[in-house]
């Protein structure tokens, strides 16, 4: 089931940034979990990042500490996925999935149980 859609991908030099979002049907991401995942060529979908619904706390994954952000503006129905300091290795599919929760302070970084996703955005670093 797709009700997400992701913006914001793009080609963009090894060490530069980009910024992605995750819109949805109003209050859908208000009151959902949304995490990133991406799926480099020919490599399996792995996550990058998610934030809870109310409280927004985030978890990221190793990879991902300190370069990526994940923020949400509930005003605009809206979670972004800040990237800096791109790599290579970054290249690939980026994906949101939601998962609607109410109000939590958790969130998960394993695509079970998420069960809104997006058709994915489409990130390229190469110089």
């Known amino acids: 089931q797709s009700q997400l859609v992701e913006s914001g991908g793009g080609l963009v030099q090894p060490g530069g940034s980009l910024r992605l979002s995750c819109t949805g049907p109003?209050?859908?991401?208000?009151?959902?979990?949304i995490a990133w995942f991406r799926q480099a060529p020919g490599k399996e979908r792995e996550a990058v990042s998610c934030?809870?619904?109310?409280?927004?706390?985030?978890r990221y994954v190793d990879s991902a500490q300190g370069r990526f952000s994940v923020s949400r503006d509930n005003t605009k129905d809206t979670v972004y996925l800040q990237m800096n300091g791109l790599k290579p290795e970054d290249t690939g599919v980026y994906y949101c999935?939601?998962?609607?929760?109410?109000?939590?302070?958790?969130?998960?970084?394993?695509?079970?149980?998420?069960?809104?996703w997006g058709q994915g955005t489409e990130v390229t670093v190469d110089s």
């Open positions: 109003q209050f859908t991401v208000v009151y959902s979990n």
């Open positions: 934030i809870s619904s109310g409280f927004g706390n985030t």
């Open positions: 999935a939601g998962l609607r929760t109410g109000i939590t302070s958790t969130c998960e970084l394993t695509p079970e149980g998420y069960t809104s």
